[in-house]
């Protein structure tokens, strides 16, 4: 048990400095893209291990609660796989990018919720029950809607095999989930008393993700680096302030309007990045990678900020 409390602490450690570590391992891809080498031909393989784990930490009660809010889970989808799509191919087209790029920013805006967003959400105080039941939602509808998204907006740019993305997006996300999901069903016990390391193995594996895309594209991120940090930087604020309006044209409260608002601006960058690579040129990876890094900087300062908010209102009451 000893053992088990060491790993535990070193979880909180990871989970906490989770936007230092990414950082740390982009610049390390970007300075010795060696580095990270032998990691690229494994990306899917490490994406499979976060989407099983995220299926450990997955309950019934998950589940009801899609059943129970229909409505407001639904905003919060139609949501992700409209703003974000959209922005995506509205940003690729003004900013004129290379097809690569254009094709990799789509398929990004086309991906649904990362996990990460649930942990803003609580942070900023946001509903956490509604937004992992809509990161549960839109993650089990992807292996349809992202393919589809992907085929429509960005056809014009690259071939794109909606089939093949259906099979990639089944194999490294559905199946590690309900994977995950049978596991604790069926081995509750233990698998509780495991789940606080989960979030160790996830930062791990995200932190190899990034810092083997970034090293294997690190001269083509130099050489075009302000065009794509400000895509990218565009894409996840439009998409949070995007988000946030959707809340409110729907009457949701502020709380609602902030798990929205993070659902829909943080995405699964892990998943683009390694579809990505598995169906397109490297070269598209590139804005998935970033946006990794990216939203674990924006995330925390907005949550930061509406925390003070909430402070600041309670003074004055």
């Known amino acids: 048990m000893k053992f088990l409390s060491m790993l535990n602490a070193l979880s909180q450690v990871a989970s906490r400095y989770f936007a230092i570590w990414v950082l740390l391992a982009a610049i390390i891809g970007l300075l ?39 409505k407001e889970v639904a905003v919060g989808v139609v949501a992700q796989y409209t703003i974000m799509p959209l922005l995506a191919y509205g940003i690729a087209e003004a900013f004129r990018l290379p097809g690569e790029i254009a094709v990799g920013v789509v398929l990004l805006g086309a991906c649904p919720g990362g996990t990460a967003s649930n942990v803003i959400t609580y942070l900023a105080k946001g509903d956490v029950a509604l937004s992992v039941a809509m990161t549960t939602a839109s993650t089990l509808i992807s292996p349809v809607m992202t393919p589809l998204v992907t085929l429509l907006l960005a056809g014009a740019w690259a071939p794109v095999s ?26 509750e016990e233990a698998v509780n008393r495991w789940i606080a390391v989960l979030p160790l193995v996830s930062v791990v594996a995200i932190v190899a993700v990034v810092g083997a895309i970034i090293g294997a594209n690190a001269g083509q991120i130099i050489s075009t680096s302000q065009a794509i940090f400000a895509v990218v930087i565009l894409h996840n604020l439009l998409g949070l302030l995007l988000g946030y309006g959707a809340g409110s044209a729907v009457g949701a409260t502020e709380a609602k309007k902030r798990a929205i608002a993070v659902e829909v601006g943080m995405q699964n960058s892990g998943l683009a990045a390694a579809l990505a690579l598995a169906h397109f040129n490297p070269v598209a990876a590139i804005p998935g990678a970033i946006f990794s890094v990216w939203h674990n900087i924006s995330g925390p300062i907005l949550a930061t900020w509406w925390t003070r908010k909430n402070e600041q209102e309670r003074r004055s009451k």
């Open 162 to 187: 909606a089939g093949d993305l259906f099979v990639s997006i089944v194999k490294i996300v559905l199946f590690p989930i309900l994977l995950g999901l049978v596991l604790h069903l069926r081995f």
């Open 32 to 70: 010795h893209p060696s580095t990270f080498r032998g990691i690229l031909p494994h990306v899917s393989l490490l994406l499979g291990v976060i989407m099983f784990g995220m299926g450990m930490t997955l309950r019934v009660e998950d589940f009801r609660e899609v059943l129970v809010r229909p």
